[in-house]
C-alpha cells in the first residue's frame, strides 16, 4: 500500500466530540487516533482504550528502590565497615534500620517516581528534539480532531461526520 | 428509613450480656491480699525454676525501667548472663526487681542504680533489707494485676469513644470542606457518632472512678505523690501538679467532652432542619458551626491525648503525641463510616451510595494509615536515635515487654492496609474493604492497648476475659447505640446543597 485516506473531523466542543466517538464506535469506523487541546474526561474510556499500567510499573520501581537502599546501607554500615558511630548498634541492619528508614523511604519514592516518568516518556515516544505529530495547529488551542480510516464508501463516511456535528470534514491522503 | 434488624439487635445484647459477665470475672478474679499475690509470683517463680519462663519473666522485670539497659538488651547473651545471675540468688533478684520496678513510676534511673542493676551486687551494699525489698516488689505485683481489669475496660471505653469523635472530626471536616461527595453519608456518620453521649458518660464514669482511688491507673493520683516527706513523694510529679491534678484534670475532660457533644447534638439539629427548611439558613449554620468546632477540637483533641494517655506515664513526654493519638482514631473512625456503610448498603438500605463513594472512603484508610505511620515511627525513630534515659524508658518497657503487640501493630495498621488497599480496584470491593478494615480496628486497639497497659499493668498484661470481654461489651452497646440512632431519621439528607452532586458523585 502506497497510501491510505484517512478522514479529519473537526470539533469545537468535548461535548460534541464525546458524542461523535460514541456514534463511530457504533458505526464501527476505526478511531486512529483522537487529538485534544486539554483531557476530556471520559474520553478514554468512550474510545475502548486499554486501562494504563503505569501505576504497576512504578510499584515494581518502587520495590527496586527500596531493595537497592536496604543492599547499600546493609553493606555499607553493617557489613563493610560496622564502626561504631555514636554508640549506634550497627551489629546487624535490624537493629539499627530505625537510622536507615529515611533512606529506603526516599530512594522508594525515587526510584518509583523518576523510573515511572521515564517509562511514560518512552511509552509516549517524547523526548527533546521529537519532531511534533500535529495534523492540525488548531488542536492545541481550540479544536478537537477525530482521524479515522477511510474504508468502503468515502462519501458516505463524509456525510456521516457532517452529521456528528464536526465543524469541518477533510479527507487527506496519508504517507 | 432503616429498621434495626432483630438478629443484629439480638447480637448487640449478646455481645453486651457476655461482655457484662467477663468483666465482673475479672474484677471479681484479681487477686484481692497480698498472699494471693504471693502464691501467684510464687507459682510463676516455681515453672521458671525448670525451663526459661520464670528467667524470662525476671529478666523482663528488671528490664523494665532501666533504661541504660537498651543498649544492654540488644545483646542477648550478655543479657541473659545477667538475668542467670539475678536468679541464682532469690533475694537479690527481688531486690534489682523491685528497684527496677518502682523506678518505672517514681525516680528516672540515675546511673548507679542502673549500674547496681546490671552488675549483681552483695546484699549488705544496698541498705534495703531483703525482707522489706519483697514485701514492696510483692506489693507492687498486686497494684498491677489489681489494674488489669480496670486498665482493660479504659482502653476499650477510650477507644470506643475515640473511634466515634474519629468520625465526628472526619464528618466536621466533611462540611467545612463542602466535600460534593460525601453528604449521601452525612446520616451514617452521625448514625455513629450517635455513641458519643453514651461513651462520654461511662468514660467520664471511668476518669471519676480513678479520682476517687478505686483504681491505680493513674500513678500521680495516688496519696501523698507531691507531700514532701512521704513515703510515695515524687519530686518529677510534684513539679507537673500544677497541671497535674486531680481537679483542674477533671474539669478539663469534662469541659472536652460537653463541648464535643454539644457541637454533635446541634449540629444533627441542624441536618435535619434543613431538610424541612425552605433556604440554606440552617446549611450555613452547620457549616460555622463545624469550622469552630474543629478548631476547639484540635485544641481539646491534643489536651485530652496528655491528659487521658499520656499522663498514665508522668514521669514521660513527648510532643507529638496529640497527633499520634488523633491518627490512630481518625483511621479508624474513617474505617467505621466505611463499615457501616458497606453493612447498610448490603442490606439494600443506602440507595444512592455507589462504589465510588466507597472508593473514597478507602482512599482515606489507606492514606490516614500511612500518616499514623509517620507519626508513630517519627515519634519512635527521634528518641530511639537520641536515647535520652528520661524518655527512652517508654520505648524500653513497650519492645521489651510488649514486644508482639507493638511491632504487630505496625504490620496491622501499616503494612497490611498498605499491601491492601493500594490497589484502585481493590478499593471497591467490599469483601477487601472489610476484611482491611477489621484489620485496621484490629490494629488501633492494639495500638491504644500499647499506649494504655505498660503504665497500668507493665509487664503483667495478658489478652485474657478480661481485654476480651471489655471490647465485647463496648461493641455491642456501639451497635446498639448506632444503629438505633440510624433508624431515628432518613439515611439520605433531603436539602443539603451537594445532595445532588454527592449522588451522582463518580470517580
New interface residues.
Partial sequence: MSSTKVIYALYNDDDVLMDAVKQTRKAHHHIEEVFTPFPVHGLDKAMGLAPTRL?ICA?IYGCIGISVATWMMWNIMINDWPQDIG?K?S?SYL?NM??F?PVMFEMTVFFAAHLMVITFYMRSRLWPFKKAENPDVRTTDDHFLMEVSVSGDEEAMIAFFKNTGAVEVKVIEKH | MYTFSQRLKTSAFILIALGLVGIVYGFLSTPKTIEDVEKIVAAAHHEGHGGHGGHATAASHDTHATPNHE?HA??PEAHQEATHKTEDAHAVSHDTTHLAATDSIAQPVAPETAKKTLSVVPKKEKHIDPAVAHKEHIEHVMHQLQNKPWAALYVACIFFLLVTMGALAFYAIQQVAQAGWSPVLFRVMQGITAYLPVGSIIFFGLLLASGLHMNHLFTWMEDGVTKPGSPNYDALIDGKSGYLNFGFWIIRAAIFLLGWNLYRYFSRKNCLAQDEASDDAYYKKNFKLSATFLVFFIVSESIMAWDWIMSLDPHWFSTLFGWYVFASFFVSGITTISMVTLYLKSKGYLEYVNSSHIHDLSKFMFGISVFWTYLW?SQ??LI??A?IPEEVTYFVTRINDYTLPFWGAVGLNFVFPFLTL?N?DFKRVAPIVVTAGVVILFGHYIDFFNMIMPATVGDQWFIGVSEISSVLFFLGLFILVVFNALTKAPLTPKRNPFMEESKHFHY
Fill in positions: 501505576a510499584f554508640g548498634p551489629f537493629q530505625p537510622a528508614v | 543498649a540488644a545483646k515511627f519512635f525513630m530511639w536515635y536515647n493500594i484502585t
